[in-house]
């Protein structure tokens, strides 16, 4: 039973455009939800998180919405650059301090 | 560059054989967690070590274990390997049992079991 979902395996998009990768979730428990970056032959990274009490944070490029109604949150990248090009999970646990519940993940890509 | 280093990076077991990883955290990192990652699937919570104690563990058999030393270094066992537990396992480390932001993964190490 996958309680973080992220439906979409893989997403290109061009150079200098905006990345919306989507995220939904099952569990209204979760409490604080997070998106890690992963490179190939390397861990994931964090990248960016939001508490449940907010709807938007923002950081540098990267901005994570979240619409706790819909239990869907999503993250953008503007303007998409070579360097995102990864792999992006999304991510959520309890709190700050529990197991962190990971999604698949979807591959962005890049273009030129 | 995390800090965190795991070893072996890539090996090959026969089922039902034994596996060791292991796993040296961040300096100044009391906490360290196991995942496991499957192939085109997320990183899955096998347990966490806080001070030398479990604490935590996610749904995986007992076959699973894991020990953690006065270093903050750590261990996954797996007992009885199936082919299923073929995966990249991943260590990340953290301070005081947190987890969320504040956790920093290794490389991994990716276990193949034929």
């Known amino acids: 039973d996958q309680q973080v979902k992220q439906n979409s395996p893989s997403l290109s998009v061009q150079e200098g455009r905006i990345s919306i990768l989507n995220c939904d979730y099952t569990?209204?428990?979760?409490?604080?939800f997070l998106w890690y970056k992963k490179y190939p032959a390397e861990g994931p990274t964090f990248l960016i998180s939001i508490s449940s009490i907010k709807d938007k944070n923002e950081d540098g490029r990267f901005t994570v919405f979240l619409n706790k109604s819909a239990k869907h949150l999503s993250l953008h990248i503007v303007p998409s650059q070579p360097g995102d090009s990864a792999v992006y999970f999304c991510?959520?646990?309890?709190?700050?301090?529990?197991?962190?519940?990971f999604g698949k993940g979807t591959r962005l890509h890049i273009l030129p | 560059e995390t800090g965190v280093t795991q070893s072996p990076t890539h090996l090959i077991k026969t089922r039902g054989q034994q596996v060791t990883l292991r796993c040296s955290s961040q300096?100044?990192?009391?906490?360290v967690s196991w995942y496991q990652q499957a192939l085109g699937q997320g990183p899955q919570f096998i347990f966490q070590?806080?001070?030398?104690?479990?604490?935590g563990r996610g749904n995986f058999p007992p076959r699973f274990s894991g020990l953690q030393f006065p270093n903050y270094s750590s261990e996954l066992n797996v007992n009885a390997l199936e082919l299923d537990d073929s995966a990249l396992y991943l260590c990340?480390?953290?301070?005081?049992?947190?987890?969320?932001?504040?956790?920093?993964f290794g490389e991994g190490s990716w276990l193949t079991v034929v």
């Open positions: 070590y806080y001070r030398e104690e479990e604490n």
């Open positions: 569990n209204s428990m979760f409490d604080y």
């Open positions: 300096s100044g990192h009391n906490t």
């Open positions: 990340a480390s953290s301070r005081d049992g947190h987890s969320g932001n504040t956790i920093y």
């Open positions: 991510a959520a646990c309890m709190n700050r301090d529990d197991k962190i519940i």
